[in-house]
């Protein structure tokens, strides 16, 4: 047993200690922070340049448009300022190049007595939002004068351009709420690209580890001290570890982060994926399913590392792997956006695209606890089918030298473990 931890202590302690995971994880940390912090960022920036980018001079011939126009500016864009230009013409074309403003309006009466305007700006295609913004604000100070014209009330005015309120209600049993799926969203989001990326990253560097050591003849020494089984499940926990100390630092950032700026986090694409509001059930799903289906990949990943001898070799024989991985991201893409498809809930039973498409289907719907039992049934069950499979071609494909061709080493390494 002193063996077993001698091997898993440095597998983990080496590449812990290895330059590539630290700048990994440094760079992983600072994306994690940036994201999180990104509205603060950008109001350093936007703060910067308010006086240039965001206010419009207006001259208003009437006398009589200026305030309504800046009320219904205010409604639809904050961030756009206007400003009553009280100078001539041309004055407010130097003020726009001395960048003063981002442009100015002249704003006037047609033939029938409603609002028109002019807008000049150093570029339209760079002001189009502000543009569009002052469009709507005219639009809407016209249907006021119209409506005042032909005696309509404003509060009925309101109401006709009120949108409809439309309540939505799944009437599949298994089927959430909107309000539930934005919830979980943010989460499925998120576990579904750990999942992904930790089988690709850890899966391939335990099958590197492994062909790293058959290059440089270690394995050799290893085979007559430890034996191939004790080996494979060493690293297995040695690189699981290191995967949780690698995204357990992440999400530590990730949390402690959103915290610290959960009252800038409101709306747009936080208030979509409803990240603060996932529930503690999902959460557990996640850990769960994130454990389990690395350690099937895992074992998948040493099993096929120990039949090549060259680390060149590695990409070739994983890609097989590689490509289940793939196949369960893609099926996950689609169910997050259709969760109650019959080939996602099929999928979701095949062990090697449980781990994501589960996942997804339990984040996204509510389904009974049995098939969420029987789909972990089924694959601890396949986990230990497959651990019993690794360790014998382990054994054998160890001992294997020479180019592999293709997966038929498989049974040359069961032949060789059966010699043994």
Known sequence: MSKFWTILNYTYTSHLKSKSFMIITLISLLLI???????????????EGEGST?????????????????????????????????GTEEEAKEAVRD??????????LNDQNLPAASFYAMSVAETSHALDTLQQALSQVKTGIITQQ??????????????????????????????????????????????????LLYGNMIASEVAVEKSSRVMEILVSSVSPVTQMFAKII?????????????????????????????????????LGEAPVSTIVYAVVFFLLGYLLY?????????????????????????????????IAM????????????????????????????????NIPIWEVALSIGILILTIFIFANIAAKVYKGGVLMYGATTSLKDIRKALQLTKKD
Request: aromatic residues 12%.
């Open 33 to 47: 922070a940036g994201l999180t912090n990104f509205q603060r960022i950008a109001g350093l920036f936007e703060d």
């Open 54 to 86: 965001e206010k419009i001079a207006v001259i208003d011939e009437t006398n009589q448009i200026y305030g309504q126009l800046e009320s219904s500016i205010t409604n639809i864009d904050a961030g756009i300022e206007v400003t009553a230009f009280s």
């Open 99 to 108: 960048h003063e403003f981002l442009g100015y309006a002249y704003v006037s």
């Open 150 to 199: 032909a005696g309509i009330d404003q509060s009925t005015v309101q109401q006709i351009f009120a949108p409809v309120t439309i309540e939505t209600e799944s009437l599949k049993t298994e089927a959430k709420s909107a309000e539930e799926m934005n919830q979980a969203r943010g989460l499925v989001y998120f576990m579904i690209f750990l999942i992904y990326f930790a089988v």
């Open 238 to 274: 040695g690189i699981a570890l290191l995967g949780l100390t690698q995204f357990g630092l992440i999400i530590l950032v990730g949390y402690v982060s959103l915290k610290a700026n959960q009252n800038e986090l409101v709306g747009g694409i936080f208030e979509y994926l409803g």
């Open 298 to 330: 895992a074992m998948l990943a040493a099993m096929l590392g120990s039949l090549v001898s060259r680390t060149e070799e590695v990409n070739q024989i994983i890609t097989p792997m590689m490509f289940l991985i793939i196949a369960a991201f893609m």
């Open 334 to 365: 689609y169910g997050l956006n259709d969760p109650t498809a019959s080939f996602v809930t099929v999928t979701s039973y095949i062990p090697f695209f449980t781990p994501i498409i589960m996942f997804v289907r339990v984040g996204m719907l």
